[in-house]
């Protein structure tokens, strides 16, 4: 796909970022240090790459506006743009060496997200999807996956980790979910879950308690594979509540109506 001069900026912006979190990755793999050892370099890690990406876009164009996860909120001369980026989503992987990791880059129009970019470096799968111009995955594109029997469709979500409160309401949605399919997966990122969905290696993907730059870019990229993707309470709204449920069109009432226990 011959993207727009914002997705070429995006995905460059993703490649040096990349370049460094692979390099740092190789380290933390090799580092025989305590966990806080460990911890606070993958902390540096994490913001050494939201600092490239944010010296490529600011450059790039430095009147839009920014959202991102280490270095928070700036509004733009630009207001109806931003940015929204998570410079590393997967953290807890990165930091076990485990090479299930994204960075994710959206842009912003009057609060539509027009485009985005999830990028596994360690694997070099650059997913990314402009509005109505599809969704890719390198230079092939993406389609959702066709399943229509909940039985045969894997589904992704998170779990909530450290005494979080949405524990319960996780629980419950295992034991309905469950029973009816081919099976759950926790991989640990969010913006991979998506992408995942949107190539259609994942049937569906739901979670709570997450944030704007954890789902910003993959919900893009799902709904330009052709996938649906709505927030729990179907009136609320993905960005804002941070709650997401995402599947392929003929399991999506089904799915979204045993999520919602509706
Ligand atoms: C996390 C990942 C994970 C999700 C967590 C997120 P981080 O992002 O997306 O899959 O379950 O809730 O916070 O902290 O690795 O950027
Ligand atoms: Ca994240
Ligand atoms: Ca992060």
Not at 118 to 145: C, I, P, T
Not at 223 to 245: C, N, R, W
Request: charged share 25%; with cysteine.
């Amino acid at each position: 796909m011959q993207g727009s001069a914002n997705l070429n900026v995006m995905i460059k912006a993703a490649r040096a970022a990349g370049r460094s979190l692979v390099k740092d990755f190789r380290e933390v793999e090799n580092l025989q240090v305590s966990m806080k050892g460990a911890g606070d370099f993958v902390s540096k890690a994490d913001i050494a790459a939201e600092k490239i990406i944010r010296e490529e876009l600011m450059e790039a164009r430095p009147n839009y506006g920014w959202l991102a996860e280490e270095g928070g909120a700036a509004e733009g001369k630009d207001p109806t743009r931003r940015w929204i980026v998570d410079p590393l989503d997967g953290t807890t992987n990165f930091l076990h060496g485990l090479p299930h990791w994204a960075i994710s880059i959206a842009l912003e129009h009057k609060g539509e997200i027009i485009a985005g970019v999830v990028y596994d470096a360690a694997k070099d799968e650059m997913f990314y999807a402009e509005k109505g111009e599809g969704a890719w995955l390198n230079q092939s594109r993406l389609r959702v996956s066709g399943r229509s029997r909940m039985i045969e469709c894997i589904f992704a979500t998170g779990l909530p980790f450290g005494g979080r409160a949405d524990l319960p309401e996780t629980l419950q949605d295992l034991a309905r979910i469950l029973p009816s399919t081919a099976g759950v997966r926790r991989f640990g990122s969010a913006a991979l879950d998506l992408a995942y969905v949107a190539a259609g290696r994942y049937d569906g993907y739901w979670e709570r308690s997450l944030n704007a730059w954890d789902l910003a870019a993959g919900l893009l990229i799902v709904k330009e594979a052709g996938g649906l993707v709505q927030p729990m309470d179907a009136d609320g709204s993905i960005l804002e509540d941070g709650t997401i449920i995402a599947a392929n069109e003929p399991i999506f009432e089904k799915f979204s109506g045993i999520v919602r226990d509706a």
